[in-house]
């Protein structure tokens, strides 16, 4: 399955700076506001360790990564700094850029720079969180009472699947007129069937991006690691930008979202240099992993996704799956003819594999295993399906 991830934020959030250093497109940067719609996307590969050693002990005709969409779109806010009044919301050309994405990447600056003036002249990466969610509530609210004004009129019939609508559409709406996120509400499955048709964004999964200082990176992510584990954070200790850092990380955790740190300017730098000496002025900040890389990262653990693989000779490749999917989901992913006609699937989990050196060696020592229908997959399994479709 191929993620799409959209990239949101104000302008000059660093937004288009972070999906150069993602794709290395070189989309171009703007050093002020626009009103432009236009979307910037690109495709990358995603970075997975296992693949080389495989294809050293494959030595296969191709070598193919499992890969990440990203959707940049225009900076938010543009009503705000014309002082206009936002009842609209989004318009439909930006809802289309991102309406499909899985998961929505929302950067908040805490940077400042002189030569960067921030739309509203002061750097609050929190307060700019509760600006973009309030735009992303008014264009669902939008969405919800054109589809109400539809039911409501179909409701006349006397259908109850059309009374019923009406009900969850009045609570959407109520929900989002007290500016609360329709995924922090209870749903269940009558609510979830009709929010697959409407495509709300703020029912969509969301990380948050903190540009940060290059000065601060380091800290920020041992800021954002005490976090995510719970620890108490004296915020009277920390400076200004560490304080609008650890704002935005204990909300992300309050809604069970995911966050990562990045400098956007650090890492289109980096994007640019041979990958060796990038990796050496990271490890100089205490930084194991490019930052675009964290995001990936974050994007597979918001998402629950996982990566299985396979490996011959024509082909070492990695696959994405949700997790907790079985066997023959999994072989979907390869085709669905695969899928149709599952019979069993031979599986080896990569650290086993490497071990060994070989599927004969893996099976000598009992590790590659056969396993049914009902077999959930592993993250790092490396899996062969047997299947049969000609009944």
């Given amino acids: 399955m191929a993620l799409t991830i959209g990239i949101i934020g104000l302008p000059q959030s660093g937004k288009t700076s972070l999906f150069n250093a993602l ?10 506001a626009t009103s432009t719609v ?18 050293e002990i494959f030595q296969p005709k191709k070598v193919t990564p499992t890969t990440v969409e990203f959707v940049d779109v225009a900076g938010m806010g543009q009503a705000t700094q014309a002082g206009k009044d936002k009842k609209e919301g989004l318009n439909a ?25 921030h739309i509203n002249e002061t750097i609050d990466p929190y307060r700019d969180l509760e600006s973009l969610n309030a735009e992303l509530m008014i264009t669902d609210l939008a969405s919800v009472e054109r ?24 609570r959407f709406q109520a929900a989002l007129e ?53 620890q108490n954070i004296d915020e009277g200790s920390l400076s200004a930008e560490l304080k609008g850092i650890a704002r935005v990380a204990h909300q992300a955790k309050s809604e069970g979202s995911e966050v990562a740190a990045v400098s956007a300017s650090l890492e289109a730098e980096l994007s640019e240099l041979p990958e060796e000496d990038a990796h050496e002025y990271l490890e100089s900040l205490g930084l194991p992993k490019l930052g675009s890389d ?17 490996a011959g000779e024509d082909e070492v490749r990695a696959w994405t799956v949700t997790q907790g999917a079985k066997a023959p989901e999994a072989a979907g992913k390869i085709h669905s003819d695969i899928e149709r006609g599952f019979i069993r699937a ?20 009992g590790v590659l295993r056969l396993e049914g229908k009902e077999y959930v997959v592993k993250d790092g399994d490396i899996a062969h399906f047997r299947f049969n479709v000609g009944k």
């Fill in 23 to 32: 794709t290395k497109a070189g989309a171009p940067i703007s050093g002020y």
């Fill in 38 to 55: 236009q979307a910037n996307i690109g495709v990358v590969q995603v970075p997975d360790a296992r693949l080389q050693p495989l294809a």
């Fill in 93 to 117: 050309e930006f809802l289309g850029h991102i309406r499909n994405a899985d998961a929505l990447a929302v950067v908040l600056r805490s940077f400042a720079n002189d030569n960067v003036p």
């Fill in 147 to 170: 589809r109400l004004e539809r039911t409501m009129r179909a409701a006349k019939s006397g259908d109850k699947k059309y009374q019923q609508e009406l009900e969850i559409l009045r």
């Fill in 178 to 230: 007290e500016f609360k996120l329709v995924k922090d509400l209870e749903l269940g499955q009558p609510e979830h069937a009709l929010l697959k048709e409407m495509f709300l964004l703020t029912m969509k999964p969301r990380m948050y991006v903190l540009n940060v200082s290059e000065g601060v990176l380091g800290e920020a992510n041992e800021l954002l690691d005490k976090i995510n584990a719970g």
């Fill in 294 to 310: 964290r995001v990936i990262q974050v994007g597979y653990r918001l998402l629950n996704l996982i990566t299985f693989l396979t």
């Fill in 346 to 365: 031979e599986v080896v989990h990569f650290d086993d594999f490497i071990e060994c050196g070989s599927f004969a060696a893996a099976t000598k020592k």
